[in-house]
Nanobody, 115 residues
Framework: QVRLVESGGGLVQPGGSLRLSCTAS????????MNWYRQATGKQRELVAN???????HYADSVKGRFTISRDNVRNTLSLQMNSLKSEDTAAYYC?????????WGRGTQVTVSS
């Protein structure tokens, strides 16, 4: 059974930083592209960043230069370091993997950027 559990969200002031983590189980983590999505209230879920099994990273234009995605294949953990946070980064952040034709999601962690 695939399970993804996010943590690390919270309330932060504009310009601040947060680090999100996602712990995966039930898959051979190192073999799969892992994704971070986010969904703001009233908006569609959007891809924020992903990292392939080979370590290639891709970012949405809105977060390039501010967010860094990484993975630890020993601890089966996906991370998202978020710096220079803006109010528009406020959203629920979700970890995602596509495994054997299905998409799996965590429950999400809320990030609120506000003064």
């Amino acid at each position: 059974q695939v399970r993804l559990v996010e943590s690390g969200g919270g309330l932060v002031q504009p310009g601040g930083s947060l680090r999100l983590s996602c712990t995966a189980s039930g898959i051979n983590f190192r073999l799969y592209t892992m994704n971070w999505y986010r969904q703001a209230t009233g908006k569609q879920r959007e891809l924020v960043a992903n990292i392939t099994s080979g370590g290639d990273r891709h970012y949405a234009d809105s977060v390039k230069g501010r967010f860094t995605i990484s993975r630890d294949n020993v601890r089966n953990t996906l991370s998202l370091q978020m710096n220079s946070l803006k109010s528009e980064d406020t959203a629920a952040y979700y970890c995602n993997v596509r495994y054997r034709g299905s998409a799996y999601w965590g429950r999400g962690t809320q990030v609120t950027v506000s003064s």
